[in-house]
C-alpha cells in the first residue's frame, strides 16, 4: 500500500514545494524552531513531576 511513498523523487518534490511556499531564507529558521521545540518538549518530560500537594499563594490583603 505505501510502498513508494518515501522514493527520492516524491521527498525532492516536497523540498522544492517547501521552497516555494517558505522562501529560501526561511527554511533554516523552521527546522531551527523545530529543534528548540523538540528539545524543550524532552527537557520536560525528563524534568521533575510537578508538586499536586503545593498550595497556591493567598492573595494580597488590600490595604485602606
Not at 518534490?13 to 522562501?23: D, I
Request: aromatic content about 10%; glycine content about 12%.
Amino acid at each position: 500500500m505505501f510502498e513508494g511513498l518515501f522514493q527520492p523523487m516524491h521527498l525532492l518534490f516536497l523540498f522544492g514545494l517547501a521552497v516555494l511556499l517558505f522562501g529560501p531564507k526561511k527554511i533554516p529558521e523552521l527546522g531551527k524552531s523545530l529543534g528548540e521545540g523538540i528539545r524543550g518538549f524532552k527537557s520536560a518530560m525528563q524534568g521533575a513531576p510537578e508538586k499536586k500537594d503545593e498550595k497556591p499563594a493567598p492573595p494580597p490583603t488590600p490595604q485602606a
